[in-house]
């Protein structure tokens, strides 16, 4: 006599062999989107301080001693930027002179340290609600001789 089909035996392996596998791609689903989610955020505080640092730059083409490249801190708190509501930027201007500019420099030489820190609470990617990752970009402005 001939059988045909699956034994149960056949169906329950069958059936645990695929459950495993869609276990295991259900949790790698998982990881992949938390790291889209953060790479999203990061992208978006790095733009975000490029943009502070464009603005910034652009001051100092046209007038050195412009207000905007004034010494001294300042802070965007959340909810405070256009269009960017999950995030706080801190713009941190700083005159050096001379050796401080660059290995070097003469001692009349004038330059600004910027640094601007954007940080946001990321959606997913771990941490809790209190919880912040940053992006932090640091370039030196010259003057035009």
Do not use: N
């Amino acid at each position: 006599m001939s059988a045909r089909g699956f034994t149960l035996v056949e169906i329950l392996v069958a059936t645990l062999i695929l459950s495993v596998g869609i276990v295991a791609v259900a949790s790698g689903l998982h990881y992949a989107i938390g790291g889209v989610e953060v790479g999203r955020g990061e992208t978006a505080a790095v733009f975000l301080a490029e943009q502070r640092l464009e603005l910034l730059k652009s001051a100092a083409l046209e007038d050195w001693s412009s207000a905007l490249l004034a010494a001294g801190i300042v802070v965007e708190a959340y909810g405070t930027i256009a269009g960017a509501a999950p995030y706080r930027r801190e713009t941190v201007v700083a005159d050096h002179v001379g050796r401080e500019c660059a290995t070097g420099a003469p001692p009349t030489v004038t330059c600004k340290r910027v640094r601007v820190t954007v940080s946001y609470r990321p959606v997913s990617g771990g941490g809790g609600p209190g919880h912040e990752r940053r992006v932090d970009l640091v370039t030196v402005f010259v003057p035009r001789i």
